[in-house]
């Protein structure tokens, strides 16, 4: 008797479970949004070449009157950064980044005219100028210093001076 129970038991609960809803698996869905940020950092540096000639071991030069200018060509306020080659195109001169006066074959660059002025880094690690405005510009120099000797009468050397422009 008792196994028929248990057989009646087991029929029903087959029953029911064949006509009860199953939920197997969750569903999910999705909300696609699309937006379009209003903004954009546009930095423009003219004059994009610059040839000092010949200069002497041991003495600065520097260009005056704010020889070159730098714009925000963007619809945001920017900050900039700058920094120029750890060497000379040629390799046969470093850079001296530290503020005091460069050892042979070496050549430090400082930078007039925007909200801090500063010796140029080989890396984008210090801001020059802050806040310039939407479709503004400033007017600044560049002052080169060569080192107290040189190893050699080198051939003519270039380093590329690169300047990045951010969100304020």
């Given amino acids: 008797m008792e196994i028929k129970k248990i057989n009646v038991i087991l029929v029903v609960t087959?029953?029911?479970?064949?006509?009860?809803?199953?939920v197997l698996a969750?569903?999910?869905?999705?909300?696609?949004?699309?937006?379009?940020?209003?903004?954009?950092?546009?930095?423009?540096?003219?004059i994009s070449q610059y040839d000092f000639g010949s200069i002497q071991a041991n003495s600065w030069t520097n260009t005056s009157g704010g020889t070159f200018t730098l714009y925000n060509n963007g619809t945001v306020a920017m900050d900039t950064r700058i920094k120029t080659n750890a060497t000379t195109d040629e390799?046969?001169?470093?850079?001296?980044?530290?503020g005091v006066a460069p050892a042979q074959d070496e050549y430090a660059i400082y930078?007039?005219?925007l909200d801090l002025e500063q010796y140029l880094l080989s890396s984008y690690n210090q801001e020059f100028d802050q806040q310039l405005l939407p479709a503004d510009s400033k007017t600044f120099d560049v002052c080169l210093l060569i080192g107290v000797n040189l190893s050699a009468n080198h051939s003519q050397q270039t380093t590329t001076i690169s300047f990045e422009g951010s969100q304020t």
Avoid: K
């Fill in 14 to 22: 087959i029953i029911l479970a064949a006509f009860t809803p199953h």
């Fill in 26 to 46: 969750a569903t999910t869905d999705d909300l696609i949004i699309t937006f379009d940020p209003d903004g954009e950092i546009d930095i423009d540096v003219n």
């Fill in 91 to 98: 390799t046969d001169m470093s850079l001296n980044a530290s």
């Fill in 111 to 113: 930078i007039e005219g």
